[in-house]
């Protein structure tokens, strides 16, 4: 994913650089002064799965890598390991399964990932799986893998191809926001950014509780929206602790 980025950007941002987590920061200075600086962030990560245990004949035991939702994943298809192997996430079938599994939620200990048995010995426990949804258009919906948050990416490599020429752009493609916005918290921006916006992909409030809709401001059909972000201790811009800057918002 880095790499795509990378190639996407480099010839429009006057500076590139990766840090050592992994983070891409691209730099596109304003056309003149005075300006305001303005670091705008999207994350380059996806959730996913890894195999924790061989049941034999191609079936595997998995965990979750990141925040996925357990409810989703009965019949989703995978690509598994470095060969890319297609595979399967399965559960007890309907005619076999007891009153209390078919009532139930399945946990993640009820699934199984099934690579088929010819592939059985062609990965290993430890090995990473990937989610293959095919991108589709469902009228003006997108469906797709990684969208969370592959829009804030898409969205951020127009931001560098067309920058306002009254800004001090920092563009932050970052990582492993999945497992805890590492990230986030860490790489040298270029330069410090007193301003910055945190591109997030939220639900709509037409499919969301009332008490959580009203702090999300989104809205199907609709364009993005700002709302202010909270403060953790220190931006992901300093390797040490250090205020945040006076203007944080959220992008959704």
């Not at 010839?11 to 840090?19: C, G, I, T």
């Not at 139930?104 to 990473?128: E, Q, T, Y």
């Not at 410090?192 to 809709?213: K, M, Y």
Request: hydrophobic share 40%.
């Amino acid at each position: 994913m880095r790499r795509i980025v990378l190639e996407q950007v480099k010839p429009y941002a006057s500076e590139v650089r990766v840090d050592a987590l992994g983070n891409l920061l691209a730099y596109c200075p304003a056309a003149g002064a005075p300006h305001l600086r303005v670091l705008v962030a999207a994350h380059m990560d996806e959730v996913g799965l890894m195999l924790t245990g061989d049941e034999g004949g191609g079936f595997f035991r998995f965990t979750a890598i990141g925040g996925v939702d357990i409810r989703c994943l009965p019949g989703k298809s995978l690509q598994v390991g470095r060969e890319h192997l297609p595979a399967l996430i399965g559960l007890n079938p309907f005619h076999l399964a007891s009153d209390h599994e078919v009532r139930s939620v399945p946990s993640i200990d009820d699934l199984r990932i099934d690579v088929g048995p010819d592939n059985a010995k062609k990965v290993k426990v430890g090995d990473w799986a990937a989610f293959t949804t095919p991108f589709a258009r469902l009228g003006p919906s997108l469906r797709a893998k990684a969208l969370d948050d592959r829009i804030g990416v898409a969205t951020l490599i127009e931001l560098v191809h067309n920058p306002p020429p009254h800004l001090d752009l920092v563009a932050a493609f970052t990582v492993q926001e999945e497992v805890g916005l590492r990230g986030r918290q860490r790489g040298p921006p270029i330069p410090p950014s007193p301003t910055w916006l945190l591109s997030w992909t939220a639900p709509p409030l037409e499919i969301c509780p009332p008490g959580i809709a009203a702090a999300l401001a989104t809205s199907l059909l609709k364009t993005p929206a700002t709302t202010p972000a909270s403060a953790p201790a220190r931006p992901f811009t300093s390797p040490t602790p250090t205020p945040w800057p006076t203007r944080a918002w959220c992008v959704t």
